[in-house]
């Protein structure tokens, strides 16, 4: 079985305003890594150019496709649990809070602020509404991800044990320069969890919280 995994002040840069309403008291995350400095080298002293439209496929329990914080930039993507394949949905809320940590608007004045607030969000549903899904639904998001143009895809989940399935489908998103994150694990085992332990994969741990 596969389980998501990661679901657990103020502005950090001087002269550069986040009004995203629960950036300053919840996103501890963000303002750890200055995301706010980043954003304000980015986009109001144009050091940097804009990065462009990078489509960054979230595989997890599905997304809220009523949120305004992904307003324009959610595309299709696939949902894989259940036999008939049901339209897009997030029963759980898992992937919809991972696209939110991605991807969320920039100073909109809704939500969160998402890391890359104009990348492109392809949600693969391969979890189901208790978080658990399959190897096959994983390896098959990966590569349907990768054949669809995804740049980024983004694991949230992971599983105990190895699997030549997934295996197969990461290499195969790797060697067609895909970038793949996998999270680590939470059971805090002092080992790096399935599919983030392939060499192909970027493992993320937490710091802190």
Do not use: C
């Amino acid at each position: 079985p596969v389980f998501a995994e990661g679901v657990s002040q103020g502005n950090a840069s001087a002269g550069f305003t986040v009004d995203d309403p629960l950036y300053a008291a919840n996103q501890w995350n963000m303002q750890r890594i200055w995301a706010s400095r980043a954003w304000q080298m980015v986009y109001q002293q144009a050091l940097f150019p804009p990065p462009g439209q990078i489509t960054v496929a979230v595989l997890d329990t599905g997304i809220d496709t009523t949120q305004p914080d992904f307003a324009g930039r959610l595309l299709p993507g696939y949902n894989y649990v259940g036999s008939n394949n049901p339209p897009m949905r997030d029963g759980f809320g898992h992937g919809t809070h991972v696209a939110g940590i991605i991807a969320a608007g920039l100073n909109d004045g809704i939500g969160v602020a998402g890391i890359a607030p104009y990348a492109l969000i392809a949600p693969y549903r391969v979890l189901d509404d208790n978080g658990g899904g399959t190897i096959a639904n994983v390896a098959t998001g990966i590569v349907s991800a990768t054949v669809d143009g995804a740049r980024i895809i983004n694991m949230s989940l992971t599983t105990s044990s190895a699997s030549q399935t997934l295996q197969d489908a990461v290499e195969f998103a790797a060697s067609k320069g895909a970038l793949l994150f996998g999270a680590a694990g939470n059971a805090d085992a002092g080992t790096v969890y399935w599919p983030a332990a392939y060499p192909e994969v970027v493992a993320v741990a937490a710091l802190d919280f």
